[in-house]
């Protein structure tokens, strides 16, 4: 709970400092738009100031801590103006208590109180344990924030991991596994989702009654895709989060174009592409909609002027991330797009998740992607039924409401269309879901009147947010005993992370110089050993096909300095037959009964997780020469 | 509120509690029926 309590501290230091810098934007933002503007500015700011100490190579909890102790100095003199406007802007999201608003706020906290579980347990999410919370740990380790060969993903934009290598810094316990930083990393993240339930709220009520606004950010932050990723350190909410403030920042210009306004939008636009690739789709969407303008006639010097502060801000704010790519491999969204770069994965496909790319899929895809998650990446990041039973209700009766409808439908489709035909999951949606849920609500404001049918989709919507609530209690059911201190955390993790054990056997038994090659465990954040992933490392040296036989495969990963092999045998078993002749994958099974000639076996281990997925791990030792 | 208005309105409260209805039909009644039947 005390970091909880660290990461509200933390937030309202990133909304004061926020508020500071937006101050030098010459914009007239409502105090509650300073408040949700303010404080995505300030986490951006500190994920940035994460990241000097890592180049610099002063990193350590240390120097994390003294960049709290100096934002809240910087913040001290305008604390108290920072509360007033806190209060003044939260002040306008009032809205009288009725049955129904009673019965929504209670399924939302319900949601809510299972959310605070989830946030509360050990992390097991699958993205995290590879790379989200595994990256930060080295960083600390490291003292320093730069490529890691052994690490693919170290080339990803990183801005939300900054955030996470400050929460494991200064997390209460410390010390890994950084039991305290896993939860304030969780935080963090939740702490975006907040940031976007604001936005939604100071969007929607510029245009409808305060209600809705709240049915809007209820409607947000109970959507399983959106609760279930908040509990976990994914950035996916922060993606989405980014792209709104830069979306509403956007839509501001748009109706009165101050250049503040712009370059507004274009920070968020480059915080956005600070966490994730994805973003580029939102950015592109943008830029491209600002051309159009141009070219149908919008006053061309004010336009021209538009574009160029938003590019400029989009490359101040997140270019970085970028161009060290590039430097660094030759790709800039690396490992992706081989084909154009030559450089990153080959094997990448892009037609992995979701259905066909045919013309009839995409017209199906709102039923689909409602109806059928499990195609997408499945039940867990899935959205709901609102928005395909609300949509069509709030455009066809409250179309004349939503401000810029031309730009936000074109916004959503452009999204869309490039969703379908790069990468369908569910996951990849969310920058187009709070803009879905904005047009919805402002919609509907128009439709539910008090007529029969205005009742009846009323009820509809209430009745939705109890099935989201039900769907957020059941995701996180096993977190329940351990957020209550009912279950320990070794307890919670061995009966629900496949890698917990191995990786506490391992920590405990072998040196701190060991090096372990796994192939293919990607779970690594719990192993306090230096661990690569096979697949990354044949990646980037091929050593798979620089080996003519076995010997020459073990005299290759012994030269790089492995001291021990983990095999790890999971739901794909069939997996390594498609492998190189010589890749010790295939190696591994095919030729079992030589793996004696080169290793010997120190420890077994079968892990059968909630669900009933069985997952053998095998640890080898390199044998003396 | 003309009856056409009205029509218009009430197609989108049926659209809307369709939606509802298979959602539900798809997350727990098949696994319900599955699991009854067998």
């Given amino acids: 709970m005390i970091n909880l309590i660290l990461g509200i501290g933390i937030l309202f230091l990133c909304y004061s400092l926020g508020r500071k810098a937006l101050s030098g934007f010459r914009i007239a933002a409502a105090p509650d738009e300073t408040i949700v503007f303010g404080a995505g500015l300030g986490l951006g700011i500190l994920a940035y100031a994460v990241l000097m100490l890592g180049l610099t190579s002063f990193l350590n909890p240390w120097t994390l801590r003294g960049v709290l102790i100096l934002m809240f100095l910087l913040c001290l003199p305008s604390l108290k103006q920072d509360w007033d406007c806190l209060r003044k802007g939260t002040g306008t999201w009032k809205i009288r208590l009725d049955y129904s608003s009673g019965m929504m706020i209670g399924f939302f906290l319900v949601a809510a109180a299972a959310l605070t579980a989830g946030v509360l347990a050990p992390e097991t999410s699958n993205d995290s344990l590879c790379y989200h919370l595994h990256l930060p740990k080295i960083f600390l380790k490291e003292h320093r924030i730069g490529y890691l060969p052994y690490e693919f993903n170290s080339l990803f934009p990183l801005s939300m991991e900054m955030l996470d290598t400050l929460a494991l810094g200064i997390g209460v316990p410390g010390g890994h596994p950084f039991w305290g930083g896993m939860v304030l990393a969780k935080f963090f993240h939740l702490a975006t989702g907040l940031i976007a339930a604001g936005a939604i709220i100071a969007l929607i009520r510029r245009h409808a009654k305060t209600g809705w606004a709240w049915y809007g950010a209820f409607l947000w932050l109970t959507t399983p895709l959106i609760v279930n990723q908040m509990g976990t350190t994914y950035i996916d909410v922060a993606l989405g989060a980014y792209c709104l403030l830069s979306f509403s920042a956007f839509l501001r210009w748009l109706d009165s174009p101050q250049p503040g306004w712009m370059i507004l939008a274009g920070i968020f636009a480059g915080f956005a592409l600070g966490v994730k690739y994805l973003a580029l789709i939102a950015v592109f969407g943008i830029f491209l909609f600002l051309m159009g303008l141009l070219f149908a006639g919008r006053d061309r010097k004010e336009t021209t002027r538009g574009i160029f502060y938003f590019i400029a801000a989009v490359f101040a704010a997140g270019g970085y991330w970028y161009i060290r790519s590039y430097i660094q491999l030759g790709n800039p969204v690396y490992p992706y797009f081989y084909q154009i770069f030559k450089s990153g994965d080959p094997t990448i496909q892009y037609n992995d998740i979701g259905v066909p790319k045919t013309l009839i899929n995409f017209f199906l895809i709102p039923w689909n992607v409602t109806m059928h998650p499990e195609k997408f990446e499945g039940y867990g990041v899935q959205i709901g039924p609102a928005v395909l039973a609300f949509l069509p209700a709030a455009i066809v009766l409250g179309r004349r409401k939503i401000p810029h409808f031309g730009f936000m439908t074109f916004f959503c489709l452009f999204y869309l269309v490039l969703w379908f035909l790069l990468g369908q999951s569910l996951r990849f949606l969310l920058p187009l879901l709070p803009v879905l849920i904005v047009m919805t609500m402002i919609g509907l404001s128009e439709a539910l009147d008090e007529t029969m049918v205005g009742k009846g989709l009323r009820f509809l919507l209430g009745f939705i947010l109890f099935i989201h609530a039900g769907l957020a209690v059941y995701h996180y059911r096993e977190s329940f005993r351990v957020a209550l201190g009912l279950e320990s955390r070794d307890h919670y993790l061995s009966l629900t992370e496949r890698s917990y054990e191995v990786a506490q056997w391992i920590n405990k038994n072998l040196p701190p110089q060991a090096k372990i090659l796994c192939a293919d465990e990607s779970h690594l954040y719990f192993y306090d050993r230096t661990v690569a992933r096979e697949s990354v490392y044949a990646m980037r040296t091929g050593y798979d096909q620089r080996a003519s036989s076995f010997a020459g495969t073990v005299k290759l990963l012994r030269q790089e300095g492995f001291t021990h092999l983990l095999i790890l045998e999971g739901a794909d078993r069939e997996a390594w037959k498609d492998d190189a002749p010589f890749r010790i994958t295939r190696l591994a099974h095919e030729r079992e009964n030589e793996l004696a000639l080169y290793f010997d076996p120190i420890y077994t281990k079968r892990f059968r997780s909630p669900e009933g997925n069985e997952t053998l791990y095998q640890l080898y030792q390199f044998r003396k020469i | ?38």
């Fill in chain 2, 1 to 38: 509120m003309g009856g056409k208005g009205s029509v218009k309105r009430w197609l989108l409260f049926f659209w809307a509690a369709a939606v509802v209805a298979f959602f539900i039909k798809f997350m727990w009644l098949n696994k319900i029926l599955s699991a009854l039947v067998h």
